[in-house]
């Protein structure tokens, strides 16, 4: 399986932003989620396949129906759009009070993104963008089928503080499931946002600070802090999006993640990476 689910505490580090560029240069086919019970960007920042607008009936609001009935992985499709660069997409919510209808059902949604790896007819991962979590957060519950579970956050020392105080507080919870002998350490991962030119430093920093507090998680990789980047990549600005900072530093994340973790991950979800050439990673 793998469910790499990505959120932050507070604020706005960039979640959708993280997905997005990761997802474009993922090592194997992957489908982009965006399971923020607050509502999704996408919908509004991307044009589909065809040109037009995507379609924002077709995606989280569509699936909330079928999976009260049960949800085989292989109807996400059904619900999926491809995006004019090429990645498969679950539109988010609208807004927030369309949350109510997905009540009950993360753990149907958690146990079909993770089985998506496994499909005989059309594998993929799934990297879901969960927006901010808080302790009650309805879409924490899919976390205990997430390969990983990824908290993004920017280098600001009050970021940084809750970030550690999150990853202590879901690596307690998730760890006292009872998947809790198999999902292993690290299973929280975090994700800087960070200037390129001092990203090495701080990533040592925020891990030394991660052990030394027991949190149970470690940094995983930075991602440059990199606004042109990240305009690009939501179609806003012209350029080379391979050539940016925000991709070059997402492929290495990307790279990274699948060297320690991928063989771990079942399923031969493989065929579909480097959405992120010169149609744009996504848009």
């Known amino acids: 399986m793998a469910l790499i689910a990505l959120a932050a505490d507070k604020g706005s580090p960039g979640v959708t932003t993280a997905a997005v560029a990761l997802a474009a240069v993922w090592p194997r086919r992957v489908l982009v989620a965006e399971t923020d019970p607050a509502g ?16 924002p009936n077709t995606g989280m609001l569509s699936i909330a129906a079928t999976a009260r009935r ?10 999926a759009q491809p995006l004019s660069g090429g990645l498969d997409v679950l539109v988010g919510l609208g807004i927030a009070e369309q949350a109510a209808g997905l009540a009950g059902i993360w753990p149907t949604l958690g146990r079909a993104f993770a089985r998506l790896a496994d499909s005989p007819h059309a594998p993929a991962d799934v990297i879901a963008d969960c927006g901010r979590i808080a302790g009650d957060s309805a879409v924490v519950e899919m976390f ?90 939501a179609g806003r600005r012209r350029g080379r999006l391979d050539k940016s900072l925000l991709i070059r530093s997402a492929r290495k994340v990307a790279a990274d993640l699948y060297q320690q973790y991928g063989a771990a991950w079942s399923g031969p979800a493989a065929g579909a990476a480097g959405h992120a050439g010169s149609a744009g990673a996504g848009r």
């Open 144 to 233: 205990p089928q997430a390969a990983l579970v990824l908290l993004v956050a920017r280098t600001e020392p009050e970021s940084l503080a809750r970030v550690r105080d999150r990853a202590a507080a879901l690596t307690a919870k998730l760890g006292a499931g009872p998947r809790g002998a198999v999902l292993g350490t690290p299973l929280i991962g975090v994700v800087l946002v960070a200037d390129p030119a001092h990203s090495a430093k701080l990533a040592q920093q925020v891990d030394e600070m991660l052990m030394a507090a027991r949190t149970g998680a470690r940094v995983v990789g930075t991602l440059a802090d990199d606004p042109a980047g990240a305009a690009q990549l």
């Open 70 to 79: 049960g949800l085989v992985p292989d109807q996400l499709w059904d619900h």
């Open 40 to 55: 999704g960007d996408l919908v509004y920042r991307g044009a589909a396949a065809h040109g037009g607008p995507l379609n």
